[in-house]
């Protein structure tokens, strides 16, 4: 049995909740979900793939996308040869498309750097553009089987709960808190990384942030805010995020226009995506900002590197 010792708020205070990796390995070994990135023999590519893709976005809506996308692309050379106009195409709905951009320049990186394999180390993996401590970690471990510490905010939230006795986890992964998941790995490499994809799980389908599910818990028993008699949240309020109305939603409109056809687009073209126009000028200059959207010498606009060799007419 193994004690949680640090939390990110607390430095150096003792806690009293315990986390036994065999409950959770047992338990993910009986309710893991069927996802294709977690298949045996799955490529590295797929793993980043599904990594870059899953961050912010749910799994329902990730898994027809990143289908597609592995069937069109399955290296990273495929989608390094195509044009990253392409990738902001099949990236569709799934928000945040800046990350479609980085997933091509991962692609043309890995091509040119790494000899168009994904590469294990961790600090390789995370001068690539766009990969973070924690994709790259997730990347190692999930890719190549590395003892490494995976902490998202679920499995930051499992830790200030179990561990901590306390509702919701801080405002963001730290240190610590990687520390603390390096302390409870197992010995063997490949057990250790199936314990940080179990401590996951576990966060996104029973310690849930708003209604979790502390009866089917594998840990119940330890968890420390269990003990404490589950106390509320006493600390500031999170504002929800809204959509509706705002420039991502904009920004979104604007997009599926340009989506839609490989033809330059005119301004005119765009009008009818958003009717206030200085909230679409503003979310097309992002756009443009971004590197999302490019303008031609025309006036016009095309997705990044579209070839103005395809395009023919107005649109």
Not at 83 to 101: F, M
Not at 167 to 195: C, I, N, Q, Y
Not at 287 to 300: I, S, Y
Request: glycine share 8%; charged share 20%.
């Amino acid at each position: 049995m193994t004690s949680l010792r640090t939390a990110p708020w607390t430095p150096g205070k003792r806690l009293v909740g315990t986390l036994r990796p065999d409950l959770v390995l047992d338990w993910y070994a009986r309710t893991a979900r069927d996802l294709p990135w977690r298949a045996d023999g799955v490529s590295a590519w797929a793993v980043m793939v599904s990594e870059v893709m899953l961050q912010q976005t749910p799994v329902a809506r990730v898994l027809p996308i990143w289908q597609t996308w592995m069937a069109r692309w399955p290296t990273p050379a495929g989608l390094a040869a195509d044009t990253p106009a392409e990738a902001v195409r099949a990236w569709a709905k799934l928000g945040y498309p800046r990350r479609a951009l980085r997933l091509h320049a991962c692609a043309q990186r890995i091509v040119t750097d790494f000899d168009g394999s994904v590469p294990s180390v961790i600090e390789d993996l995370e001068s690539l553009p766009g990969i973070g401590a924690y994709t790259a970690r997730a990347i190692a471990a999930f890719a190549f089987g590395a003892r490494t510490p995976v902490v998202d905010t679920n499995v930051a939230r499992v830790l200030a709960r179990v561990g901590h006795g306390r509702a919701r986890a801080g405002p963001s992964v730290t240190a610590e808190d990687r520390a603390t998941v390096k302390s409870l790995l197992p010995a063997e490499p490949a057990r250790a990384a199936s314990f940080s994809v179990a401590l996951m799980e576990l966060g996104a389908l029973v310690c849930t942030a708003r209604a979790p599910a502390c009866p089917a818990c594998p840990v119940r028993a330890d968890c420390a805010w269990q003990r404490s008699g589950a106390p509320a949240y006493d600390g500031p309020k999170r504002r929800p995020q809204r959509f509706e109305g705002t420039d991502r939603q904009v920004r979104g409109r604007l997009l599926d226009v340009l989506r839609a056809t490989s033809a330059p687009v005119a301004a005119g073209n765009l009008e009818p995506a958003w009717t206030d126009v200085q909230q679409r000028s503003r979310a097309l200059r992002s756009l443009l900002a971004d590197g999302l959207v490019e303008q031609l010498p025309d006036g016009r606009f095309v997705l990044p590197g579209e070839s103005t060799a395809r395009s023919g007419g107005a649109g």
